[in-house]
Nanobody
């Protein structure tokens, strides 16, 4: 069973910074891409940032470009989201996702973490 655990969320003032971390279990053969998603209260889950099998191939939601940075360390089975210049509208539960396979015979599957809360106060 592949499991992901997010950490680093919390309460921060507007303009502050947080770094989210997501660690996947070690029983993974290959990692394809990672992503960070968020869901605000009463809203649908949306993509925040993704990073593909190339560590330099990243995509960001327009609302976070220039403020957030996604990075990956496959040797540690981890992905990070550095969040700077946080705004109250960034308040949400943040989820990480990994697209990975455990064996050569497996298809690549999506695995989700349980989420970490980020609250930005004004």
């Amino acid at each position: 069973q592949v499991q992901l655990v997010e950490s680093g969320g919390g309460l921060v003032q507007a303009g502050g910074s947080l770094r989210l971390s997501c660690e996947a279990s070690r029983n993974i053969l290959n990692i394809n891409h990672w992503g960070w998603y968020r869901q605000a209260t009463g809203k649908q889950r949306e993509v925040v940032a993704t990073i593909t099998d190339s560590s330099s191939n990243t995509n960001y939601a327009d609302s976070v470009k220039g403020r957030f940075t996604i990075s990956r360390d496959d040797a540690k089975n981890m992905v990070y989201l550095q969040m700077n210049s946080l705004r109250p509208e960034d308040t949400a539960v943040y989820y990480c996702k990994v697209n990975a396979r455990r064996t050569t015979w497996d298809r690549y599957n999506d695995y989700w973490g349980q989420g970490t809360r980020v609250t930005v106060s004004s």
